[in-house]
């Protein structure tokens, strides 16, 4: 197991590299000279160009701009943002538990509705409630996350005025956005758990608790779902990528800070070196907490050996 | 069986034909099979249909559409739906139903020049992959883990963010992003065969490589693929209107469903059509991708069936 962590965390190490050589080439991959964008809106002449140049290295050769990017990062020091002025780890690790919660409750929502619609489902294989189960999937993987989130706000705020259309802060703030980020991902899970059930129903073991009396309850929940749900832990880290991209459209809609939101904005105002921060910290975040998930299934199915 | 195996790929390569089709799947022409199995699915037919319908209002909104996409109207804004003006008007007086007709032509060619973009890198390069093995292998592995590192939408956001938001660089940026799928599935698809008999009698008769990659492997990848595009498709329509949504797509006044949405974000308390029908469109579309893509998959390919 511990080998395992080590070689895991070691593949890491090329991944966290190519995320920073990309962060650190989209500055000069920008059609036109990069200059223009740190120039502001002060006219710009000869000098103030080679001026500014200077000030941010892009006179030398290309890898000793990166090996300064990169060893800058590694002590998070993501240089400052245009507009603020700020150091760009500080705006987005103001933001961050924003959209960890965000994620996180549409995860958690996402992993009750799924389970509970794909084991419903996949007991009720073959008759109306399934159909009807499996044809509300579909339709929850085609809503986009940007039409689900307004459908709700005029139902719920504009309509009912049950709940607060925009803003962060408190449950009845948080409700509409994770359902709405939540909405494809329990759909998915939805239709994976189904199809993992309809696999296990009919092993010789489910079989076996069922003959030895266990109440249906039982085989369900403590045999069946159980061993059903081990490809569905696996989703879980795919998913949480989804719903990170797409907390970006959802902290957008409901108006809440969190670094999509900031990524976004940071595009729309040609902030650069915040728009390569939050990239980078995302794409990290992303990768880590996949590796913890990969650890996680890995003690969790006694059935693998890695290593 | 090796025997007949080998006389069968001589005889098609001799003919010049690809391999894919009769012999292995018994006598009908595959795709008639296909169609066959498809048409017994109800939810393949209506999703089918649908898009049908969507793809022909979108290809004949220039002669369909009752107003201008773009001209305004100063006497009517956001007028509530009525027999003038079926979904209502904008906010610059603009029939919604005339920019959603022409609006498809948009969010849907973006969905389908991005999965083009897409597959045709990913193929080559998981063909590449599967083929070569060894450093093409763990080069172009290598290259896919670091753009499936990048969370969502993330990349493409990424990309448009350096490129700048224009029509195409949203069709490259949701390409781009798109890849590892194509890969993943194509170097899947092609390690497995490369143990078969047939590639190794092509191999045995002294095929070339491209010869062995494009007469007899590629053609045995395709269902899957098909299976992964169309999904993809509808995946792509919904990042592309996104992008769009957030402002970094397709500009307004172009009309393109996800900008079209974004436009009626701010009146949605007052005029909730403006947002409402735009919307209504993407959920369809992709809604009737699906329905197919699923009835594909379990015609094409029951091993991808989830």
Same mark, same amino acid.
């Given at each position: 197991?511990?080998?395992?962590?080590?070689?895991?965390?070691?593949?890491?190490? #090329?991944?966290?590299?190519?995320?920073?050589?990309?962060?650190?080439?989209?500055?000069?991959?920008?059609?036109?000279?990069?200059?223009?964008?740190?120039?502001?809106?002060?006219?710009?002449?000869?000098a103030?160009?080679?001026?500014?140049?200077?000030?941010?290295?892009?006179?030398?050769?290309?890898w000793?701009q990166?090996?300064?990017?990169?060893?800058?990062?590694?002590?998070?020091?993501?240089?400052?943002?245009?507009?603020?002025?700020?150091?760009?780890?500080?705006?987005?690790?103001?933001?961050?538990p924003?959209?960890?919660?965000?994620?996180?409750?549409?995860?958690?929502?996402?992993?009750?509705v799924?389970?509970?619609?794909?084991?419903?489902?996949?007991?009720?294989?073959?008759?109306?409630?399934?159909?009807?189960?499996?044809?509300?999937?579909?339709?929850?993987?085609?809503?986009?996350?940007?039409?689900?989130?307004?459908?709700?706000?005029?139902?719920?705020?504009?309509?009912l005025?049950?709940?607060?259309?925009?803003?962060?802060?408190g449950?009845?703030?948080?409700?509409?956005?994770?359902?709405?980020?939540?909405?494809?991902?329990?759909?998915?899970?939805a239709?994976?758990?189904?199809?993992?059930?309809?696999?296990v129903?009919?092993?010789?073991?489910?079989?076996?608790?069922?003959?030895?009396?266990?109440?249906?309850?039982?085989?369900?929940?403590?045999h069946?779902?159980?061993?059903?749900?081990?490809?569905?832990?696996?989703?879980?880290?795919?998913?949480?990528?989804?719903?990170?991209?797409?907390?970006?459209?959802?902290?957008?809609?409901?108006s809440?800070?969190?670094?999509?939101?900031?990524?976004?904005?940071?595009?729309?105002?040609?902030?650069?070196?915040?728009?390569q921060?939050?990239?980078?910290?995302?794409?990290?975040?992303?990768?880590?907490?996949?590796?913890?998930?990969?650890?996680?299934?890995?003690?969790?199915? #006694?059935?693998?050996?890695y290593? | 069986?090796?025997?007949?195996?080998?006389?069968?790929?001589?005889d098609?390569?001799?003919?010049?034909?690809?391999?894919?089709?009769?012999?292995?799947?018994?006598?009908r022409?595959?795709?008639?099979? @296909?169609?066959?199995?498809?048409?017994?699915?109800?939810?393949?037919?209506?999703g089918?249909?649908?898009?049908?319908?969507?793809?022909?209002?979108?290809?004949?909104?220039?002669?369909?559409?009752?107003?201008?996409?773009?001209?305004?109207?100063?006497?009517?804004?956001?007028?509530?739906?009525?027999?003038?003006?079926?979904?209502?008007?904008?906010r610059?007086?603009?029939?919604?139903?005339?920019?959603?007709?022409?609006?498809?032509?948009?969010?849907?060619?973006?969905?389908?020049?991005?999965v083009?973009?897409?597959?045709?890198?990913?193929?080559?390069?998981g063909?590449?992959?599967?083929?070569?093995?060894?450093?093409?292998?763990?080069?172009?592995m290598?290259?896919?883990?670091?753009?499936?590192?990048?969370?969502?939408?993330?990349?493409?956001? =990424?990309i448009?963010?350096?490129?700048?938001?224009?029509?195409?660089?949203?069709?490259?940026?949701?390409?781009?992003? =798109?890849?590892?799928?194509?890969?993943?599935?194509?170097?899947?698809?092609?390690?497995?065969?490369m143990?078969?008999?047939?590639?190794?009698?092509?191999?045995?008769?002294?095929?070339?490589?491209?010869?062995?990659?494009?007469?007899?492997?590629?053609?045995? @990848?395709t269902a899957?693929?098909?299976?992964? =595009?169309?999904?993809?498709?509808?995946?792509?329509?919904?990042?592309?209107?996104?992008?769009?949504?957030?402002?970094?797509?397709?500009?307004p006044? =172009?009309?393109?469903?996800?900008?079209?949405?974004?436009?009626?974000?701010?009146?949605?308390?007052?005029?909730?059509w403006?947002?409402?029908?735009?919307?209504?469109?993407?959920?369809?579309?992709?809604?009737?991708?699906?329905?197919?893509?699923?009835?594909?998959?379990?015609?094409?390919?029951?091993?991808?069936?989830?």
């Amino acid at each position: 197991m511990l080998r395992y962590i080590v070689q895991r965390v070691g593949q890491l190490v #090329p991944i966290l590299i190519g995320i920073s050589v990309v962060t650190f080439l989209m500055l000069h991959l920008v059609p036109g000279d990069p200059v223009l964008i740190f120039a502001g809106d002060k006219p710009l002449t000869e000098a103030r160009a080679a001026e500014i140049r200077h000030e941010l290295g892009l006179d030398r050769p290309i890898w000793i701009q990166y090996w300064g990017y990169a060893t800058h990062a590694v002590r998070g020091d993501l240089g400052r943002g245009l507009r603020s002025q700020r150091p760009v780890l500080d705006s987005i690790l103001e933001v961050l538990p924003g959209t960890a919660q965000l994620t996180l409750a549409a995860l958690a929502l996402a992993t009750a509705v799924g389970v509970t619609l794909g084991t419903v489902a996949a007991l009720a294989h073959g008759s109306w409630v399934d159909t009807a189960a499996m044809a509300l999937a579909i339709l929850g993987v085609s809503m986009p996350v940007f039409y689900s989130s307004l459908l709700l706000i005029l139902l719920f705020s504009f309509t009912l005025g049950w709940f607060p259309a925009t803003g962060q802060g408190g449950l009845e703030r948080l409700v509409m956005p994770a359902t709405a980020l939540g909405l494809i991902s329990s759909a998915v899970l939805a239709r994976l758990v189904r199809s993992g059930m309809l696999g296990v129903l009919h092993q010789e073991y489910i079989v076996t608790a069922r003959a030895k009396g266990l109440a249906p309850r039982a085989v369900v929940l403590r045999h069946a779902l159980k061993n059903a749900l081990i490809p569905t832990i696996t989703m879980l880290g795919l998913q949480l990528g989804a719903l990170l991209g797409g907390a970006v459209v959802t902290e957008t809609i409901f108006s809440r800070p969190g670094v999509g939101r900031l990524a976004v904005d940071a595009i729309l105002s040609r902030d650069f070196p915040l728009v390569q921060g939050t990239v980078l910290v995302a794409a990290v975040a992303y990768v880590l907490v996949n590796l913890l998930v990969d650890i996680s299934y890995a003690a969790v199915d #006694p059935r693998i050996h890695y290593g | 069986m090796r025997l007949w195996i080998l006389g069968f790929i001589m005889d098609r390569s001799a003919r010049g034909r690809r391999p894919a089709a009769k012999g292995i799947q018994g006598g009908r022409h595959p795709a008639a099979r @296909v169609a066959g199995l498809l048409a017994r699915s109800r939810s393949s037919v209506v999703g089918g249909a649908l898009l049908v319908v969507i793809g022909l209002l979108a290809l004949l909104a220039p002669a369909i559409s009752p107003y201008d996409p773009i001209k305004t109207n100063q006497r009517a804004p956001l007028a509530p739906p009525s027999t003038t003006h079926p979904m209502g008007t904008d906010r610059f007086g603009r029939d919604i139903l005339t920019r959603i007709l022409w609006g498809g032509r948009l969010s849907l060619s973006v969905g389908v020049v991005a999965v083009g973009i897409a597959a045709c890198a990913g193929v080559t390069l998981g063909l590449a992959s599967g083929y070569y093995g060894r450093r093409v292998d763990t080069a172009i592995m290598r290259f896919v883990d670091l753009l499936l590192a990048f969370p969502g939408i993330l990349l493409a956001l =990424a990309i448009i963010a350096t490129l700048g938001s224009s029509l195409g660089n949203l069709m490259i940026a949701v390409g781009i992003a =798109a890849i590892p799928e194509y890969v993943r599935i194509t170097r899947g698809a092609v390690l497995s065969l490369m143990e078969q008999e047939f590639v190794l009698a092509a191999r045995v008769v002294g095929c070339r490589d491209h010869a062995i990659i494009f007469r007899h492997i590629l053609p045995n @990848v395709t269902a899957p693929l098909i299976v992964l =595009a169309t999904l993809g498709i509808a995946g792509a329509i919904i990042t592309g209107s996104a992008l769009s949504f957030l402002g970094l797509g397709v500009r307004p006044p =172009a009309p393109e469903w996800g900008n079209m949405l974004a436009e009626g974000r701010e009146f949605l308390q007052h005029a909730w059509w403006v947002a409402f029908f735009p919307g209504l469109a993407i959920m369809l579309a992709v809604f009737s991708i699906n329905l197919l893509g699923d009835g594909l998959r379990d015609a094409l390919d029951p091993r991808l069936r989830a």
